[in-house]
């Protein structure tokens, strides 16, 4: 019943979507020729090109609806001699809740497992089926769990809820198309965007009802327990991939590098932190239930289990991925055909975490030695700048602008943590220390054996010149040459550095620009183009290419290179920026500025204030 209520559904609010358009057109054809009658033809033409406009957005977003087709998502198809069991399973399965098997298994990059069926005569007809499973999954999951995602994802196949799924992508994709391509001034653009609200809330009901109807394949084949147990483990693997790409990951891949075997990595990672993992797999919070979801919230659907009649299922704990053959190749097959490495270089997992890292304490050491530089005037500085700032007794006037708040003083005597990143530096590039891989925690710093590398005391004594001599001799015995450790990265870098607003139709010396605001620095976009445009211009800018290529092609303005911001008027902004070489920056808001989201001028603006704090 919920297939044939989302089919209607699907089809009725789409149908209806274009009728919308149509009683618009007979609207503005109205309107034309009762204003043609009352004004002038160029008037007319004026007002209702808008309108216009609008309307032809809804063919070009039909036009791209009909002629898009719903592919396959990327991975290796899994054959019967790849994954022997997993197959056996899901035939199984499949004649357990009475539907066809899929035609296909692939394997996905994701903690998620899908279906989807390339149905004909708007659903009316079965097509081909594909049954997407992520490795990320079968390294988290058991065999029991694992039996209970791939239950209830063929539960969607014998509730016929796939059928409709070219129907349902077809729409929303014709739907969204229309409404990017309306500006948001226009009013036309007002009634199609509530009405694609009304479209998504209605499919998403539906779409929400057949997870529930799915879930109770899960309970009759898998049983409550490991039913249930998948659902609350979803979010705790979710979060750990999460976690993965963001810290063991994404580090080096910016450093221009990619781990040899990024799933084997995932699988040590788990195995590694299997308590951790536990437990937020035990306390995940809730999440709130909401109209626009298409899932309902885990606590939902494991209530609704808990409703239903205990059924017992003999346990099975061996991990999932034994359902692959070989699970170490399949994961070097996903990898070779989901991620494009360019000319990264492809190291070991060791090698991998030791050369990111070396390169993040360099590119720390780098700010400060940039710092030193611009206060002493040394071309290239380095530890050895640092050093004699101290020998002089002038490190806080150094420090004070790395530590907040403090005398000059107190500033040198706190300038002993900085001081430690310096020295660390000074010992990689000398040959005597390198970051160690840890799976169960942060990578450390090791000597040449193994053994831990601590330069905390030494630092502590490195800040002050009567201990500098001391503190010297301590690293000569431990063979750190502080003249090897000199800057890299002569200029700041938008490497790394997130997007946190935007800003179109600024000017900038009394230049037009638009202006990406990072958390670093500002991209400045000279001559960007029409000022009507600005919003959308930033937007499609963004979603092109990440901010650190951007700042590439256009001028990039680091915040460490701005003294101190005078800020002339907050709405509209005028500010005057004034840089360590003496220039003076003059940024002004105009009244055609757009904005990337509603906060940016209040982003840049704590971001001034933080620069004078």
Do not use: C
């Given at each position: 019943m919920s297939a044939t209520y989302r089919a209607l559904a699907s089809v009725v609010m789409l149908i209806g979507f274009y009728v919308v358009a149509l009683l618009q057109l007979v609207a503005v054809a109205a309107l034309g020729v009762w204003l043609f009658s009352r004004t002038s033809g160029v008037l007319t033409g004026k007002l209702l090109l808008p309108l216009l406009v609008a309307l032809g957005a809804v063919g070009v977003g039909l036009w791209k609806a009909i002629r898009t087709k719903n592919e396959p998502m990327p991975g290796p198809i899994l054959g019967e001699r790849e994954a022997p069991q997993l197959w056996a399973t899901v035939r199984e399965l499949a004649a357990a809740v009475g539907t066809r098997a899929p035609d296909e298994i692939r394997l996905l990059p994701d903690v998620n497992a899908a279906v989807s069926e390339q149905s004909r005569l708007l659903g009316l007809l079965g097509g081909r089926r594909t049954l997407y499973v992520g490795l990320p999954l079968l390294l988290g999951l058991r065999v029991d769990q694992l039996r209970s995602v791939l239950a209830h994802e063929l539960g969607?196949?014998?509730?016929?809820?796939?059928?409709?799924?070219?129907?349902?992508?077809?729409?929303?994709?014709?739907?969204a198309e229309t409404v990017e391509r309306i500006s948001p001034r226009n009013p036309v653009g007002w009634v199609f965007k509530g009405y694609a609200m009304l479209y998504l809330m209605v499919d998403n009901a539906a779409s929400r009802r057949q997870e529930l109807e799915a879930d109770r394949a899960s309970l009759r084949l898998a049983g409550h327990e490991a039913a249930s147990s998948a659902l609350r483990t979803l979010p705790a693997l979710d979060a750990a991939w999460a976690f993965y790409m963001r810290q063991y990951v994404e580090p080096g891949w910016s450093a221009g590098l990619l781990p040899d075997d990024l799933f084997g990595g995932f699988a040590r990672l788990l195995d590694a932190r299997r308590d951790e993992i536990d437990e937020m797999r035990e306390n995940a919070p809730e999440r709130k239930a909401s109209r626009w979801d298409t899932h309902p919230p885990i606590g939902v659907r494991v209530a609704a289990m808990a409703e239903t009649p205990v059924v017992q299922v003999r346990p099975d704990d061996r991990p999932a991925w034994i359902?692959?053959?070989?699970?170490?190749?399949?994961?070097?097959?996903?990898?070779?055909?989901?991620?494009?490495?360019?000319?990264?270089?492809?190291l070991p997992w060791p090698e991998f975490v030791a050369e990111w890292?070396?390169?993040?304490?360099?590119?720390?050491?780098?700010?400060?030695?940039?710092?030193?530089?611009?206060?002493?005037?040394?071309a290239t500085p380095g530890l050895p700048t640092v050093l004699d700032l101290v020998r002089a007794g002038r490190l806080g006037e150094l420090a004070e602008q790395f530590i907040s708040g403090a005398t000059r003083r107190?500033?040198?005597?706190?300038?002993?943590?900085?001081?430690?990143?310096?020295?660390?530096?000074?010992?990689?590039r000398s040959g005597r220390a390198?970051?160690?891989l840890s799976w169960s925690g942060p990578a450390?710093?090791?000597?040449?054996?193994?053994?831990?590398?601590?330069?905390a005391e030494i630092a502590k004594l490195a800040v002050s010149p009567e201990t500098l001599d001391e503190a010297l001799a301590r690293l000569a015995e431990r063979g750190v040459d502080p003249a090897q450790a000199t800057v890299v990265q002569a200029r700041a870098s938008a490497r790394d550095a997130?997007?946190?607003?935007?800003?179109?139709?600024i000017k900038i010396d009394g230049r037009e620009h638009d202006v990406l605001v990072l958390d670093n620095g500002l991209v400045l976009i000279p001559d960007p183009g029409k000022s009507s445009e600005g919003e959308q211009r930033l937007t499609t800018l963004v979603r092109a290419e990440p901010v650190s290529e951007v700042a590439t092609r256009y001028p990039y303005l680091p915040y460490e290179e701005i003294t101190s911001v005078e800020v002339q008027r907050e709405v509209p902004l005028k500010a005057a920026l004034t840089l360590h070489d003496g220039r003076v920056v003059q940024v002004q808001e105009l009244m055609a500025s757009e904005f990337l989201e509603k906060h940016s001028r209040d982003t840049l603006l704590h971001v001034f204030r933080q620069i004078n704090s």
């Amino acid at each position: 019943m919920s297939a044939t209520y989302r089919a209607l559904a699907s089809v009725v609010m789409l149908i209806g979507f274009y009728v919308v358009a149509l009683l618009q057109l007979v609207a503005v054809a109205a309107l034309g020729v009762w204003l043609f009658s009352r004004t002038s033809g160029v008037l007319t033409g004026k007002l209702l090109l808008p309108l216009l406009v609008a309307l032809g957005a809804v063919g070009v977003g039909l036009w791209k609806a009909i002629r898009t087709k719903n592919e396959p998502m990327p991975g290796p198809i899994l054959g019967e001699r790849e994954a022997p069991q997993l197959w056996a399973t899901v035939r199984e399965l499949a004649a357990a809740v009475g539907t066809r098997a899929p035609d296909e298994i692939r394997l996905l990059p994701d903690v998620n497992a899908a279906v989807s069926e390339q149905s004909r005569l708007l659903g009316l007809l079965g097509g081909r089926r594909t049954l997407y499973v992520g490795l990320p999954l079968l390294l988290g999951l058991r065999v029991d769990q694992l039996r209970s995602v791939l239950a209830h994802e063929l539960g969607h196949y014998s509730g016929q809820h796939t059928r409709l799924g070219a129907v349902a992508y077809r729409g929303r994709l014709a739907i969204a198309e229309t409404v990017e391509r309306i500006s948001p001034r226009n009013p036309v653009g007002w009634v199609f965007k509530g009405y694609a609200m009304l479209y998504l809330m209605v499919d998403n009901a539906a779409s929400r009802r057949q997870e529930l109807e799915a879930d109770r394949a899960s309970l009759r084949l898998a049983g409550h327990e490991a039913a249930s147990s998948a659902l609350r483990t979803l979010p705790a693997l979710d979060a750990a991939w999460a976690f993965y790409m963001r810290q063991y990951v994404e580090p080096g891949w910016s450093a221009g590098l990619l781990p040899d075997d990024l799933f084997g990595g995932f699988a040590r990672l788990l195995d590694a932190r299997r308590d951790e993992i536990d437990e937020m797999r035990e306390n995940a919070p809730e999440r709130k239930a909401s109209r626009w979801d298409t899932h309902p919230p885990i606590g939902v659907r494991v209530a609704a289990m808990a409703e239903t009649p205990v059924v017992q299922v003999r346990p099975d704990d061996r991990p999932a991925w034994i359902a692959l053959a070989d699970v170490a190749g399949a994961g070097r097959q996903l990898q070779s055909m989901v991620v494009e490495h360019g000319s990264r270089q492809i190291l070991p997992w060791p090698e991998f975490v030791a050369e990111w890292m070396a390169t993040s304490t360099q590119q720390q050491a780098d700010r400060i030695y940039r710092a030193a530089g611009r206060f002493t005037g040394v071309a290239t500085p380095g530890l050895p700048t640092v050093l004699d700032l101290v020998r002089a007794g002038r490190l806080g006037e150094l420090a004070e602008q790395f530590i907040s708040g403090a005398t000059r003083r107190e500033a040198a005597v706190a300038f002993a943590g900085p001081m430690e990143t310096l020295l660390d530096n000074a010992a990689i590039r000398s040959g005597r220390a390198h970051w160690q891989l840890s799976w169960s925690g942060p990578a450390r710093l090791v000597g040449s054996t193994g053994e831990p590398w601590d330069l905390a005391e030494i630092a502590k004594l490195a800040v002050s010149p009567e201990t500098l001599d001391e503190a010297l001799a301590r690293l000569a015995e431990r063979g750190v040459d502080p003249a090897q450790a000199t800057v890299v990265q002569a200029r700041a870098s938008a490497r790394d550095a997130d997007l946190i607003g935007g800003l179109a139709n600024i000017k900038i010396d009394g230049r037009e620009h638009d202006v990406l605001v990072l958390d670093n620095g500002l991209v400045l976009i000279p001559d960007p183009g029409k000022s009507s445009e600005g919003e959308q211009r930033l937007t499609t800018l963004v979603r092109a290419e990440p901010v650190s290529e951007v700042a590439t092609r256009y001028p990039y303005l680091p915040y460490e290179e701005i003294t101190s911001v005078e800020v002339q008027r907050e709405v509209p902004l005028k500010a005057a920026l004034t840089l360590h070489d003496g220039r003076v920056v003059q940024v002004q808001e105009l009244m055609a500025s757009e904005f990337l989201e509603k906060h940016s001028r209040d982003t840049l603006l704590h971001v001034f204030r933080q620069i004078n704090s």
